[in-house]
């Protein structure tokens, strides 16, 4: 299966999820407007590329799964945007949510993608372990254990100087764990030992601390056309990043050694479990910056 048949079972799931759902139209057309936005869809496509690497094949209930920690990825970026946290006008190219539609409904429309996942997850035709076990993961490397913990330690560290380990505890929980997610949920589907789950959860980590170290220098590098949000926000906010603390150059060095590490890892993985790593180095080359 390719990567746009992939992704059009991910659009399936979210259609279906929505198409039918008896609510507000005005929160279904706001949840709706970021969820078409035009993302790369990384994370759905890193999970069901990874069960296919690992011999499973693609069923419409995996596409839910990916299409649930879309929902979840969706939502974390409409309240990021929002003026009491990032305070951007822009997000994939055109008007964040808040711009369109207000902040009270745009607040809402993060709620509901925040919590509609687990409902989702929950019909989806997997055995009843499975499903509570990606829904427990979700949940973990979604709140505040995960993602809205790193969120809070981002706007506490504005304007204030933070060392590496600074950065990379904030950037695990913000950034990492939603895209160690897509690891972690294949190698429940896939039925992994604990020891194979956590070879493929460090590699989500890894790539998930390269995609900040990537982001932060294209802040600082990239035009509003190649990102499709304000450059130089991090700069405005006044917020430690990679860049500034070590450099341009230096971040960059960083940014590929620690692909280097990922690949290091899918190769160890390759050793132990019928698992095909090309596609996944693919991904990982795709991040380096300058190379």
Known sequence: MNKQEKLALVESALEEFYGDQQ??????????????AGGKRIRPY??????ESLQVSIIPAHAQVAAALEMIHTGSLIHDDLPAMDNDDFRRGRLTNHKVYGEALAILAGDALFLDPYALIAQADLPNQTKVDLIANLSLASGSMGMVAGQVLDMEGEGKYLNLEDLQTIHANKT???LAFPFQAAGIIAGLDENLQK???????????????RDDILDVTASFEEIGKTPQKDLQAEKSTYPALLGLDEAKVFCNHTLDQANTKLEEISQLVEFDKEPIVKIVESLRIDG
């Open 176 to 178: 990492g764990k939603l």
């Open 199 to 213: 070879k493929l959860e460090t590699v989500g980590e890894l790539i998930g601390l390269a995609f900040q170290i």
């Open 46 to 51: 890193l999970l069901l590329e990874v069960l």
């Open 23 to 36: 609510f507000a139209s005005s929160l279904r057309e706001a949840v709706l407007y970021s969820i078409h």
